[in-house]
């Protein structure tokens, strides 16, 4: 069975850019979620959405958005990049709205020059 | 592969010993905990999780215990393997009905033959 799969794997961008990470959910899962992660530090909380619909924010800027697409797999956007975005952003996917178990992807990686 | 957590602190066992992986939890109003497993390069894995109305949970080869007293969660592995070898990070729902994880810094476990 395919995991979450996650696009890019990495990627390098400059300061003032835009990118857009794509997340596969597992098949039958309608909640996906985004985490970012820095290396050195446990996840941090970006997005969820449940059936399409923003269910959860994390304290990020305006700067990064997210959707959920009919098929329910998602973007995340990030606008304005700066050297602090570098990081490992991670989707996630679970079958209900709220349990703690989550089926993570490998990342993608992302470095701002 | 990239490495996770490079100035975590380091949990140093023995093959076959068992460990034992604490972590302090910030919020209170938490009612679900959960503990994931990160090898390089890969997204985080569920292991385990429990229930603020359980203070001990088993599973294959580990145990989750929780103090809600001293806001304190552990993660015992038996008869640790080198597979064992990750970055362990606890992680905290706080609720609201939806899966956002407060994830903690982790700690690295490294198994020596």
């Known amino acids: 069975d395919a995991g979450v799969t996650q696009s890019p794997t990495h990627l390098i961008k400059t300061r003032g850019q835009h990118v857009t990470l794509r997340c596969s959910p597992i098949?039958?899962?309608?909640?996906v979620s985004w985490y970012q992660q820095v290396l050195g530090q446990g996840p941090q909380f970006i997005f969820q959405y449940y059936e399409k619909e923003e269910r959860g924010r994390g304290n990020f800027p305006d700067r990064f958005s997210a959707r959920q697409f009919p098929n329910y797999s998602s973007e995340l956007n990030v606008n304005a990049l700066l050297l602090g975005d570098s990081a490992l952003y991670l989707c996630?996917?679970?079958?209900?709205?709220?349990?703690?178990?989550?089926?993570f992807g490998e990342g993608s990686r992302l470095t701002v020059l | 592969g990239e490495s996770v957590g490079l100035h975590l602190p380091t949990l140093s066992v023995q093959e076959g010993d068992n460990s034992i992986i604490n972590c302090a939890y910030s919020n209170s109003a938490s009612d679900y905990f959960i503990w994931y497993k990160q090898e390089s390069g890969k997204g985080p894995q569920f292991i385990i999780d429990i229930r603020s109305n359980m203070d001990k949970r088993q599973g294959q080869r580990v145990t989750v215990l929780l103090n809600k007293t001293v806001k304190h969660l552990s993660l015992q592995i038996a008869a640790t393997q080198p597979g064992d070898s990750a970055v362990y990070f606890c992680?905290?729902?706080?609720?609201?009905?939806?899966?956002?994880?407060?994830f903690g810094a982790g700690t690295r476990l490294a198994v020596h033959p």
């Open positions: 992680a905290e729902n706080p609720g609201g009905g939806y899966n956002k994880l407060i």
């Open positions: 098949s039958g899962h309608k909640s």
């Open positions: 996630a996917s679970s079958l209900g709205r709220d349990t703690g178990e989550l089926f």
